[in-house]
C-alpha cells in the first residue's frame, strides 16, 4: 500500500495584501481571513469552554480536495484559549468552511457585510453604545480595546478607529512543500553493515545484566520520541505536517487516541486524520511566560472524511491535544536554550 503524501508547512513573513481572504491565504496569528462571512461561528462556538474568555485565532490552512466540487475551495481554521491555565485540558478548536468553483463574473467569495470583532476578527454584534462604529463579540474584547485605545477614538468623526492588537498571535504565512521521501535501507545498506561489525563488538564486551540494564531504560515513551526527533531532523522548523488521511506524527506513546476516541462527523461519516500543528510553532507565537504557559506537544486535527458541506455553515471538526511528558519537555527546552545561544 503507497503511503500517503505528507506537507510540510513553514512561517514566512508576508505582505498583508497576500493575506486576505481573497487570496485564500494559509497563515498563522493575526484575524482570520474568512473564506466566507456568511454562516460564521457563533460566540459561544468559539468560546472556552473553562474559562468562558473567547479564544483567539491560531492558524488556517487552505485544503481544497481535488474532485469534489463543493470542496473547491475549502479552508480549516484553528482557535485557542490565550489563558495558560486552560491548556491542562483539552479545548482548541477547528472549524471549517467550503465553497464551490464560481463563475468568472462572480466574486471568489461571499462578502456579506458580517460584523466582526474589531479585537479578533471573529463574529461581532456588540457595538460600542455611544460611536455604534465599533463592534466586538462581547465586552470582554470591548473593554480591552476600550483601555488599549478606543477611549480616545471614541465619539471623534474624524478618528480612525484601531482594531487592537493585544491578544492575537503574530501574523505569518504559512507556505508548504512536500516532504522528502526518507532513504531506502538498502541505500545505508553498506554503512549499517560496518555499523554492526562495530556495534557487535561493543556488544561482545557488555556483560548480558548490562545489556537487560540499557533495555530497560529505553522504554517505549524514549523510542517514540526520538522517533519524532528524526523525522523532523530533515527540517527542524516545520510547524505544520498535512496528511489527510495520513498517520500523525505522535511526540509520545502516551495519550494516543483510539478509534473510539475520534468522534464522528455529525453528519455521520468517520473523522480521519487531516493534519497536525508541530511544538516548533509555540517558539514563534511569543507565549512563553513563567510557570504556565500555552503549550502543547503536538495537535492532530480530524474531520469528516467525506468533507460535508452543513448548508453554507462553518462546521466543528476535532482537536486532539497530546503534551511531551515530563522528561521531554526538559529535554525539548534544554534543546531551544542551546539553539538560542
Known amino acids: 500500500m ?5 506537507v510540510l508547512g513553514f512561517l514566512e513573513e508576508a505582505e498583508s495584501w497576500r493575506l486576505r481572504s481573497q487570496q485564500f491565504p494559509s497563515k498563522v496569528g493575526g484575524k482570520p481571513a474568512w473564506l466566507s462571512q456568511r454562516g460564521l461561528p457563533s460566540v459561544p462556538g468559539i468560546q472556552c469552554e473553562k474559562c468562558g474568555l473567547p479564544m483567539v485565532f491560531l492558524l488556517q490552512v487552505y485544503a481544497p480536495i481535488s474532485g469534489q466540487d463543493r470542496s473547491f475551495h475549502r479552508t480549516l481554521f484553528m482557535f485557542c484559549c490565550r489563558t495558560p491555565e486552560c491548556y491542562t485540558q483539552n479545548d482548541s478548536r477547528c472549524v471549517k468552511e467550503e465553497q464551490p468553483p464560481s463563475s468568472s463574473e462572480e466574486e471568489p467569495m461571499s462578502i456579506s457585510g458580517a460584523k466582526l470583532c474589531l479585537v479578533c476578527g471573529c463574529p461581532g454584534n456588540k457595538a460600542c453604545s455611544r460611536c455604534h462604529r465599533a463592534t466586538y463579540c462581547g465586552k470582554h474584547h470591548q473593554t480591552l480595546h476600550w483601555k488599549h485605545s478606543h477611549k480616545r477614538e471614541c465619539g471623534s468623526q474624524d478618528a480612525v478607529i484601531v482594531a487592537s492588537t493585544l491578544l492575537l498571535f503574530p501574523e505569518s504565512e504559512l507556505i508548504t ?5 526518507e532513504k531506502d535501507e538498502a541505500e545505508d545498506e553498506d554503512d549499517v553493515t560496518k555499523e554492526s561489525v562495530v556495534a557487535s563488538s561493543v556488544t561482545d564486551a557488555l556483560a548480558e545484566s548490562e545489556l537487560e540494564e540499557m533495555a530497560m531504560h529505553e522504554t517505549e515513551d524514549t523510542k517514540v520520541f526520538q522517533s519524532f526527533k528524526k523525522k523532523i531532523a530533515a527540517e527542524p522548523q516545520q510547524v505544520v505536517r498535512y496528511s489527510r488521511g495520513g ?46 504557559s500555552v503549550d502543547w506537544g503536538t495537535l492532530a486535527v480530524y474531520t469528516c472524511s467525506v468533507s460535508c458541506n452543513q448548508e453554507e455553515e462553518y462546521s ?19 534543546t531551544e536554550e542551546e539553539e538560542s545561544v
Do not use: Y
Request: with cysteine; charged share 20%; aromatic share 10%.
Open 2 to 6: 503507497s503511503s500517503v503524501e505528507v
Open 177 to 181: 512543500e512536500p516532504e522528502e521521501e
Open 247 to 292: 498517520f500523525p506524527l505522535w511526540v509520545s506513546s502516551q495519550h494516543v487516541p483510539s478509534d473510539q476516541d475520534i468522534p464522528a462527523c455529525t453528519c455521520g461519516a468517520k473523522r480521519i486524520f487531516e493534519f497536525q500543528v508541530m511544538p516548533q510553532l509555540l517558539n514563534s507565537l511569543c507565549v512563553d511566560s513563567t510557570g504556565a
Open 316 to 334: 466543528s471538526e476535532f482537536i486532539w491535544k497530546q503534551d511531551f511528558s515530563s522528561d521531554q519537555h526538559s529535554h525539548t527546552e534544554h
